[in-house]
């Protein structure tokens, strides 16, 4: 037997459960990974308790729970190329990660995604990287970001910002990333002026950046754009990954889906070179998938949740 998380209803996280199942096998073309750990995302509760979400994703109930995860193969399906067993690999599986096995068909069909993991990065820091670290690649290529730049970030503190600033960072940029005041030492050793967001946050950054803000990305929500709106910031310059297809004042939508196909591999190259950290706020067995997404859901974690099978 297997375990994997899954729902019957959409709800919070009282509707995910850790059942048994029957062991999953790799078939012509497939390949199982054995889980090692899962990254938790705020899409993945989402689409567990919202049927429109779920619905944008193709996602139906019953279903499995999760996206990011990172393994070893440890079954190999005739006609495979490119993989073999002992492979560690990571990538995304819409509805299945949090699980002890998963199949994957090669090559993946998007949305899912299966990539070998370098030598050097661990398998919980691997499994939070699909999601968080190709949408702050998506929210910075919109915004293009370049040396002396002054750049407003929204949300920074949590599992796409804590990239969305480094990667500014890595291309020559000022961050100014809005946060929480509990946050504010986090974001200082990631490289950020860090900013409290909320009533009066055009003024606070106006004192911070007298000569102007270049450029800016919404994390969360649209407060950001909307001051960096009035700042003067025109609206190519800004992004948001949280607004649905119709920001306000015209600034670009985007998501992890319209990263660039090397956004991965500029992360975890600069992971093996020292000048990205993933910080990792908290670890939780599967058993406590619930806690889990409580605490996520809660909006105040410093960075990435990992699940272990």
Avoid: C
């Avoid at 406590?288 to 909006?299: E, K, M, S, T, W």
């Amino acid at each position: 037997m297997s375990r994997a998380v899954v729902y019957q209803t959409f709800g919070g996280p009282e509707v995910l459960e850790l059942r048994d199942a029957p062991e999953p096998h790799a078939g012509p073309g497939e390949v199982r990974v054995r889980v090692t750990a899962a990254g938790l995302n705020p899409m993945d509760w989402i689409i567990s308790s919202t049927p429109e979400t779920a619905a944008m994703f193709g996602v139906t109930v019953p279903s499995g729970f999760g996206y990011d995860f990172a393994g070893v193969i440890d079954e190999v399906g005739a006609g495979v190329g490119g993989f073999a067993v002992g492979d560690r690999v990571y990538g995304g599986a819409m509805g299945k990660a949090a699980a002890d096995f998963l199949v994957m068909k090669t090559p993946a069909q998007a949305p899912d995604a299966l990539f070998h993991t370098p030598d050097g990065i661990s398998d919980e820091v691997a499994a939070t990287l699909p999601v968080a670290g190709l949408t702050a690649v998506a929210a910075l290529e919109a915004i293009g970001p370049r040396s002396g730049d002054t750049v407003l970030v929204g949300g920074a503190a949590g599992g796409v910002g804590v990239f969305a600033v480094q990667l500014a960072k890595l291309a020559g940029a000022r961050v100014i990333g809005t946060a929480s005041q509990s946050t504010f030492e986090f974001l200082r050793q990631l490289g950020a002026e860090p900013v409290a967001y909320g009533p009066g946050l055009a003024d606070r950054v106006r004192m911070l950046a007298p000569d102007g803000v270049a450029a800016a990305t919404d994390l969360f929500g649209t407060e950001t754009a909307e001051t960096a709106l009035a700042l003067g910031v025109p609206p190519e310059r800004i992004s948001t990954i949280a607004a649905g297809p119709n920001p306000p004042g015209g600034v670009r939508a985007t998501g992890g889906s319209e990263a660039g196909p090397a956004g991965l591999e500029r992360i975890t190259d600069a992971i093996l070179a020292g000048r990205i950290t993933v910080p990792i706020a908290a670890t939780f067995p599967i058993q406590q998938i619930r806690d889990a997404v409580a605490l996520q859901a809660g909006r105040h974690v410093h960075g990435k949740i990992a699940i272990t099978p």
